[in-house]
């Protein structure tokens, strides 16, 4: 069966970076987008960055653009997710999702995910 794991989660002071990860398993990694949603208490649900499995391309919300920067090893089939110049607004459970179309016009789009991982908590301080 399909699984996303993240790790990486946790508490820093606003300016600093984490690094979070997405392990995964039980589908065909190169042929999926992965992508980072978070959200915030009382907000929606939200999509940060996009990796593609097919060709590497990247996306990213605005509110990241030049904060944050995602790759991936498909040998690890692993995600990670750096995100540097953190301010409180990141404050956030931060889940990954695989889309199998394999690139990320859909998360671009707000497209359904076809595999969740459980999520792991980022608290940026002030």
């Known amino acids: 069966e399909a699984q996303l794991v993240e790790s990486g989660g946790g508490l820093v002071q606003a300016g600093g970076s984490l690094r979070l990860s997405c392990a995964t398993s039980g589908f065909t990694f190169r042929s999926y987008g992965i992508a980072w949603f978070r959200q915030a208490p009382g907000k929606k649900r939200e999509a940060v960055s996009c990796?593609?499995?097919?060709?590497?391309?990247?996306w990213f919300h605005d509110s990241v653009k030049g904060r944050f920067t995602i790759s991936n090893d498909h040998g690890k089939r692993t995600v990670w997710l750096q995100m540097n110049n953190l301010k409180s607004e990141d404050t956030a459970v931060y889940y990954c999702?695989?889309?199998?179309?394999?690139?990320?016009?859909?998360?671009?789009?707000?497209?359904?995910?076809?595999?969740w991982g459980k999520g792991t908590l980022v608290t940026v301080s002030s």
């Open positions: 999702a695989a889309d199998r179309s394999g690139y990320c016009v859909g998360t671009s789009l707000g497209a359904a995910m076809d595999y």
């Open positions: 990796i593609s499995g097919e060709n590497g391309s990247t």
